[in-house]
């Protein structure tokens, strides 16, 4: 996980284990199948609106509040490498 946060110019007293250690790995997944294995690949976070049934965010809005807490907590600077190969999607719950 430092030479990902290293690579990505992440802060490196940054919490990869913590709170947000799903997200930190699936990043470095991403990151050993594009720049060490040479694979292409892209990570798409899927999210939901509008699910009642769940207490989560309910809004695209709220989901934004909730990246930027995630990139903060990981200290994922705008624009790192892989910042292209990561995808956010939005899906209306429709009941």
């Not at 007293?13 to 250690?21: E, L």
């Not at 594009?34 to 990570?43: F, G, H, R, S």
């Amino acid at each position: 996980l430092e030479q990902v946060k290293a690579v990505l110019g992440a802060d490196p007293a940054a919490d990869w284990v913590g709170k947000y250690y799903q997200a930190a790995s699936r990043i470095a997944h991403l990151y050993f199948l594009n720049i060490l294995a040479q694979v292409p690949a892209w990570l798409v976070n899927l999210h939901f609106v509008g699910d009642r049934e769940q207490s989560g965010p309910q809004t695209v809005a709220e989901w934004e509040v909730s990246f930027k807490s995630l990139d903060t907590a990981l200290g994922l600077p705008p624009g790192h490498l892989l910042a292209g190969r990561i995808i956010t999607a939005f899906l209306p719950v429709v009941v």
